[in-house]
Structure formats: structure tokens, C-alpha cells
């Protein structure tokens, strides 16, 4: 049976403040590239493990997963960890704890140990890499009535975000919470599996009849970071219904959200309970236990008063005593860029047009980073259509440019998300060959975000994209701006607690910026392999689904080797029997090339479908059948063995070996028959009076392949017996003592309609 391997998608159009410290960051000698593919470099997470990938296989494949005997790889400051071989060319070292917060490592590995032909200068490789440098922020989120029939017990809600992953028990510790009179409180976790995101609720909170205090305090002593703090938070008097706060929340629809002491009653109508300044009345409203949600009919900027009236009622129909007053900063959206749609293939129709969205922005930097058609198999080796991972290994960065966002749409607001469309034509060299990274980012001078003056530095660091002519590297190849960001790390002003406010330089990193892999091609590729080593490739244009006949489809292996070469037929197909398992399809057709992977991984799953169907051994398949379903002990079985040879490797009249076994595993019978009529084979068998009941198995062999059925020997007691007794009279007498009659037995059974008399 065949199974389904892949198809290419189209794409739808449409804080702590850190010391400096002096790092360098140096591309691989090239005289390495000869050996080392590629290995781990830059900030990474402390639990990360590090690879060295090498350009050749360099031990068998058996030892893969197998812990590293001799000691190739040692670090300073010194690491503790297993070296293992994940494949034949990648060394993994997996540290048996996670690594310390903001460390430089600096790594060496035995390069004359991998290679026996290596020259002596480079017998040994040296690169380095950080570790994050660990923080932490909390954020409260209010007061929760569990119950809203009583307001006395409470619940606060929040969480704790770490910039890297930290121990859930060492988190744990960082947090104490103390009510007067009701002791420390009990807290509640819940944590991700990233290990960043840690939230609590505080339970058990006492709400009386005065108003009283949590006070929270905090040390990050624990996990690595010297901050430490405390809050009081007010628990307001029971009766006291008020508003305990209100901010702006800032998403794609915008609104206010304002915290109540006491769940709201749901059924009232707020129009004209909330005033905002300089606003409208037309107000959309939602009720979430103690939350109000305000949604204005447009975008608001600036600082408006918001007043909150006391006909708002509670769930017991109390009105709020007071009024609540607040004064809120509507800011702007912060600057972002986001992609529209999915997938990675751009057909050729009028250019090669990129959809993307941004928001307050005027310009963006765009660039494209080039994947040669000659290392696509190489980049697929590691990667999906999608990845990023190694591309400095296998093409370079072609093009960077300044988009000013009002030549691609003269109407676009600023303030709110808009659509734009890059021409890539313009941009790049035309090659449907290649693969291309299109990557946008932006600067802090093309934000239209407000900010405070004063709120960050003028230094030259503060604009992360850098664009001028003269920057690039040592080989004369462009440097990318999404590499840039590591320069943060080491920046005098950074601050983690700014990295998400847009007035502040770490905002301006690739957090924020967004890349999309794209080949222009309109092939379209769908493949199957068998398991008997068949192929079917079949090949469209993705702009008419037309079938593409005379394309060449090639088959390569994992090591890029080619195992296959042939051109599809009138219908676009090419069905074929391949000796080795294929890693890659490649379709040409003209100047424009697809490509996909026929690994395991990325077939596409039939796990909603019913195709487990029958597995076929060397092209054979077998049938057997008896005449009934069930047989009682020491009844005649007589079946029937059906063999389908399409393929015609069985010669005429092949042998077939019957085996039948007893529910204990115990051969019976064995017997082997040459002779047969179109492939039908006759077994006629029995089984003793004294046989055992249960499962048989009947088994038979052919060619090589081994076929097994049950059969089912049981004794057989009727579901249900119809009795007619008949003496000839209606009553029976005590002087009738000889009689005669005619009984009539009729066994049921499972025959629908059918009635079998004994």
C-alpha cells in the first residue's frame, strides 16, 4: 500500500540593568569550512544543547545516540554534560544541568580526531557562544471573587515571566504573600512548558468588614538575579463597591479594561455609565465576573479622564456609592510587522508579490538573503521549506533596502494596522531556482509611536539596522541586520525591562521583526512511496492545476547522491521502483525547479483517515475463507486459499505450505499443496470430537511470504429454544396416566429470519 508523503503549499496572498562586557563574535575560518558544516554560536538558552555539525559523515550510523567515548570536546569554563553522536556527522553535547545565566563559553573541539587527513594548524577548532542573561518581571492582574455569592473569600491572580527558562521550584521561592491576620497566604502554580511563564493565584484572601492589605514581596536571589521588592496590594472593605482600576489595553481591537471590588450584574445596561472625555457615547460594553471590558466605536489617542458613574449595580443590585475617576493614556499601537498568509511558494503571475502588514511605522528595512540552487538540497537537509537554521552555510544576503510604507499605500493610517505588497522582482536578481529569505525590520527613527522625550539615548547602538554600503564582514559579504540584535547584550543602556516599550532601543530587535522563506516556482509536487520501493511523483501548475507533462523529476538520497532520473508522462506522473529509500524530489520544467522532502517526517498526516488497508509482501497478496464462520469440535473444516500474484513473480503451479495450529499454539496439521485452479488453493481439514475450543490458526506460506488466519472452534450451546408439547387435549386429568404426545423443539439462532430445527 501506498502512503501519502507531501505536497508544497501555496501561499495565500492577499529590568535589571547589565554590566558591559567585550564579546567578539568572528565568522569560522574559511580553511574550517572544509570540515565543520556549521555549530552553535550567539546568545542561546542555558539548556540548549551544542552542536557541531560536520560536512562529511564521519562515524557509522549505528553509533548515533551513542555516548562519546574519547573526549573530543571540552569547554571553558568547564561544562559537565554527555557527548553524544546524533547522526553520523553531528556531535551533540547535552549538559547534565542547565548552564549559568549571562556566561561566555568558549569551546574546543579535537578536530584531528574526527578527520585523520586534517593539517596540524587545524587540528583543533575553537568558537564560543553566551548563555541568556536571566531576569524577571510580575505582573498582577486583580482581585477574583471565586463566588459571587460570597464576596469574602478571594483570589488574586498573576504571573511571573523570566527572560530564559528557570527552575519551577526556584520560582516558587521567589514569592510570598502575608494578609494581617490571616497569616501567609497559599499560593497556586501553574507552569508552561518553556519554563518561562509562571503563574500563581494567591487563594484564601480574607475580605472583611474594613478594608486591609497583601503585602507581596520578592527576591530573585533564587534564580540568578539580585532584584528584589516589595507591594501592597488593597483588599477593599466588604460593601465597598468601587472601581479598584483601570488601564488601556492595547491589542487589535482596543479597549478599556476596568477592575471592579465586586462582580457587575450582567443583565444592566452600561450605556451611559461610563464617560469618557472628548468621547462618544456609542460605547460597546462586556462583563466578565469583575471586569468591565469598554470598547470605543473608533481608535482614541492621548490622555482622556474616564469617569465611572454610581448607577454601575453589583450582582446584589447595589449601586456604587461614588463616582470612580480615572486619567488613562491612550497610546498608539507599538510598531510591528506581521505576515499575511501561509506557506512558501509564490507562483510566477505579474511579479513576485510579498503581502506583509504594518503599524506605526512610515518605513521599513527590507532584505533578502539568498539560497543558492546549488545548496538547496544541503539547506533541506536540516531544514523545513521554512527554516532558518545554518543558513550562513549555504547563501548570503543580496539585497537591503529602505521602504518608505506611503509609496506602496499613499492611504494608509499610520496609527492602525495596514496592508502593503513588496514587488520582489525589483529587489532581487530573477532566479526561480533559488530559495529567498525575505526579512523585514525597522528602526526606532521610522516609528510614529509617541514617546516622552528623554525616554531613551541618542547613541549610535539605538537604531539596530544598519544600512550603509561599507557594512560588511571580512569576506566582503553584507551583514545581515538579524544578527545585530546580540549587540544589546553588551549595550551599557540595556535594560530588560524596556525590551517591550517602543521608546526604548531593545524593542528593536528581531522579537519584533518577522522573515518568510519564498521560491517563485509554479510546480506543484505530490509524491507516494510505496512500501515495495515503488514511487509516484505527479507534477502541476499551481496557477492552472494543469498537469505539467515532459518535467524531469530526479530522486536524490539524504547525501544528496541521485538515485533516479525520469520525465513525466502526459498526465504529469511518473510511477517507478526505486532500489534505494529517497530523501529528495526535485521537479524541472524549463528555468523553475520544486522541491520536497520524502522523509518520514514530513509526510502529511492520515491520522483522520481510515488507510491502514493490507500490507502487500514482495508484491503478493493472500486471501483465505472456509464455508461458516464458527465450527463445533469434530466437524470437517473445509478452506480455501486465494493468492493475487499482478506482478507475476510466483512460477505456475508454486507450492503452498498449510500449517494449523490449536488455541495453544500446537501445530495440528501441515500440509503442502502444489496443485490449484487460477490460484485457489483446497485445504480440507477436521478437528477431533475432543478438540480444544477457542482461536485456531491457520497459516499458510507462500513464496517467501507468510499469511495467518483464525479459526474459530467452539461449542455451541443455542441462544434460545422454541418447545411445542402437544397430549391432544386441553386439560390433563389425574386419570390420564397414559398418554401420548408430540413434542416439537425448535432451535433460534443468529440466522436473521431463519429458523434451523433439531
Known amino acids: 500500500m501506498m502512503g501519502w508523503f507531501g505536497m508544497i503549499m501555496l501561499l495565500v496572498l492577499g529590568g535589571c540593568k547589565k554590566k558591559s562586557a567585550t564579546i567578539e563574535y568572528k565568522e569560522m575560518d574559511p580553511a574550517y569550512s572544509s570540515y565543520v558544516y556549521a555549530y552553535t554560536s550567539g546568545i542561546i538558552s542555558r539548556a540548549d544543547p551544542i552542536l557541531i555539525k560536520f560536512n562529511d559523515i564521519v562515524v557509522d550510523l549505528e553509533k548515533a545516540g551513542q555516548k562519546l567515548q574519547s573526549k573530543l570536546i571540552s569547554f571553558s569554563p568547564s561544562l559537565d554534560g554527555t557527548a553524544v553522536w546524533e547522526d553520523g556527522r553531528t556531535l551533540k553535547f547535552i549538559p547534565s544541568e542547565p548552564m549559568p545565566s549571562g556566561t561566555r563559553y568558549d569551546v574546543n573541539v579535537k578536530l584531528g580526531k574526527v578527520y585523520k587527513d586534517v593539517p596540524s594548524n587545524l587540528s583543533n577548532f575553537d568558537f564560543a557562544f553566551h548563555t541568556k542573561q536571566q531576569n524577571f518581571n510580575i505582573e498582577f492582574e486583580g482581585l477574583h471573587a471565586p463566588e459571587e455569592t460570597n464576596l469574602a473569600k478571594q483570589q488574586l491572580f498573576g504571573m511571573i515571566r523570566t527572560a530564559d527558562l528557570a527552575d519551577n521550584e526556584q520560582v516558587e521561592e521567589m514569592l510570598e504573600f502575608?494578609?494581617?491576620?490571616?497569616?501567609?497566604?497559599?499560593v497556586t502554580w501553574t507552569h508552561t512548558n518553556n519554563q518561562r511563564d509562571h503563574k500563581f493565584i494567591v487563594d484564601k484572601v480574607v475580605r472583611g468588614e474594613s478594608a486591609s492589605a497583601i503585602n507581596a514581596s520578592w527576591n530573585g536571589k533564587k534564580i540568578g538575579v539580585d532584584q528584589k521588592d516589595k507591594r501592597e496590594l488593597e483588599v477593599p472593605a466588604l460593601g465597598d463597591f468601587k472601581v479598584m482600576d483601570a488601564k488601556v489595553v492595547q491589542e487589535k481591537e482596543q479597549y478599556i479594561l476596568a477592575i471592579f471590588s465586586d462582580p457587575l450584574l450582567k443583565t444592566?445596561?452600561?450605556?451611559?455609565?461610563?464617560?469618557i472625555s472628548n468621547g462618544?457615547?456609542?460605547?460597546?460594553?462586556?462583563i466578565d465576573g469583575n471586569r468591565l471590558r469598554i470598547y470605543t466605536p473608533r481608535r482614541i489617542q492621548g490622555t482622556h479622564d474616564i469617569t465611572f458613574l454610581q448607577g454601575i449595580k453589583n450582582t446584589a443590585n447595589f449601586n456604587m456609592k461614588n463616582k470612580g475617576e480615572w486619567t488613562l493614556s491612550f497610546e498608539g499601537i507599538k510598531p510591528g510587522v506581521r505576515l499575511v498568509g501561509k506557506g512558501v511558494i509564490l507562483p510566477d503571475n505579474n511579479g513576485l508579490i510579498f503581502p506583509f502588514e504594518a503599524v506605526s511605522l512610515n518605513s521599513i528595512d527590507v532584505e533578502v538573503f539568498k539560497i543558492y540552487q546549488n545548496n538547496i538540497l544541503q539547506f533541506l537537509q536540516n531544514n523545513e521549506y521554512d527554516g532558518s537554521w545554518n543558513l550562513r552555510q549555504v547563501g548570503r544576503v543580496v539585497h537591503q533596502?529602505?521602504?518608505n510604507l506611503t509609496d506602496l499605500n499613499p492611504n494608509a493610517k499610520y496609527e492602525t494596522w495596514n496592508r502593503y505588497a513588496l514587488d520582489l522582482s525589483n529587489m532581487v536578481e530573477k532566479d526561480p531556482a533559488a530559495i529567498y529569505q525575505v526579512r523585514l525590520g525597522f528602526k526606532k527613527d521610522y516609528s510614529s509611536y509617541p514617546c516622552n522625550s528623554g525616554s531613551s539615548t541618542s547613541s549610535p547602538e539605538d537604531n539596530l539596522v544598519f544600512l550603509e554600503p561599507e557594512n560588511v564582514d571580512e569576506y566582503g559579504d553584507i551583514i545581515s541586520f538579524w544578527d545585530q540584535d546580540r549587540w544589546y547584550w553588551d549595550y551599557e543602556g540595556y535594560e530588560y525591562r524596556h525590551r517591550e516599550d517602543p521608546c526604548y532601543p531593545p524593542y528593536y530587535t528581531t522579537n519584533n521583526f518577522v522573515r518568510r522563506n519564498v521560491i517563485g516556482s509554479d510546480l506543484g509536487i505530490i509524491a507516494k512511496r510505496g512500501n515495495d520501493g515503488s514511487a509516484f511523483v505527479a507534477i502541476s501548475n499551481l496557477l492552472t492545476t494543469e498537469p505539467i507533462a515532459g518535467a524531469k523529476v530526479e530522486f536524490y538520497d539524504f547525501q544528496q547522491q541521485l538515485i533516479s532520473s525520469l520525465t513525466t508522462d502526459s498526465d504529469g506522473v511518473v510511477m517507478t521502483e526505486l532500489k534505494k529509500k529517497p530523501f529528495f524530489v526535485v521537479a524541472h520544467n524549463g528555468a523553475?525547479?520544486?522541491?520536497?522532502?520524502m522523509d518520514d517526517g514530513s509526510s502529511l498526516s492520515l491520522s483522520r483517515f481510515d488507510v491502514a488497508g493490507n500490507k502487500t509482501f514482495k508484491g503478493i497478496k493472500g486471501f483465505l475463507y472456509g464455508e461458516r464462520g464458527v465450527w463445533r469440535p469434530g466437524d470437517s473444516i473445509y478452506l480455501t486459499f486465494i493468492v493475487e500474484d499482478k506482478l507475476g513473480k510466483l512460477p505456475?503451479?508454486?507450492?503452498?505450505t498449510?500449517?494449523?495450529?490449536d488455541p495453544k499454539g500446537q501445530l495440528q496439521q501441515k500440509t503442502t499443496r502444489s496443485q490449484n485452479?487460477?490460484?485457489?488453493?483446497?485445504f480440507s481439514t477436521a478437528t477431533a470430537d475432543d478438540a480444544p475450543t477457542g482461536n485456531w490458526n491457520a497459516k499458510l506460506k507462500v513464496g517467501g511470504a507468510s499469511f495467518n488466519n483464525t479459526v474459530k472452534v467452539e461449542t455451541v450451546k443455542p441462544n434460545r429454544l422454541k418447545i411445542d408439547l402437544d397430549f391432544g387435549k386441553e386439560e390433563l386429568a389425574m386419570a390420564d396416566k397414559n398418554l401420548n404426545g408430540k413434542l416439537k423443539v425448535n432451535w433460534l439462532h443468529a440466522c436473521q429470519g431463519c429458523t434451523h430445527r433439531n
Open 677 to 682: 485452479v487460477n490460484n485457489m488453493y483446497n
Open 658 to 661: 498449510f500449517e494449523f495450529y
Open 280 to 286: 462618544s457615547d456609542d460605547n460597546r460594553y462586556t
Open 652 to 656: 505456475k503451479n508454486h507450492p503452498v
Open 268 to 275: 444592566q445596561n452600561m450605556k451611559g455609565l461610563v464617560k
Open 592 to 597: 523553475q525547479r520544486g522541491y520536497l522532502k
Open 178 to 186: 502575608y494578609q494581617k491576620g490571616n497569616k501567609n497566604l497559599a
Open 401 to 403: 533596502q529602505k521602504v
